[in-house]
């Protein structure tokens, strides 16, 4: 399940909130079509990942995340550890996320 943060303080509270779980971040757009073709996957790889916490940001509703995390590219994926950002991925193939994913959990 993809958890949509609303404010910087429920982005915030969601990372301290997790702990040591890895939270993975899609910072998104509805205008950019790579995120309309990442979306499917996000959704996919929070059903088989039940243990990791997902997050969707809309950059356009929640620009000060986005400068906070310093996203330059939409979309982007960020994963989290104990708050602190431990990897970072684009547009990339659903294998490769996944990967990523379980290295990380």
Request: glycine share 4%; proline share 4%.
């Amino acid at each position: 399940m993809i958890r949509t943060v609303a404010h910087k303080g429920e982005f915030d509270a969601a990372l301290k909130d997790a702990g040591n779980k890895l939270v993975v971040v899609a910072f998104t757009a509805e205008w950019n079509g790579p995120s309309h073709l990442m979306a499917p996957i996000f959704e996919e790889l929070s059903g088989q990942h039940t243990t990791v916490v997902f997050l969707g940001v809309n950059v356009d509703q929640n620009l000060d995340i986005a400068k906070a995390c310093n996203v330059d590219s939409i979309p982007t994926f960020q994963m989290y550890k104990n708050e602190q950002k431990i990897d970072e991925l684009y547009a990339v193939p659903k294998y490769r996320f996944n990967a990523a994913i379980e290295e990380h959990k």
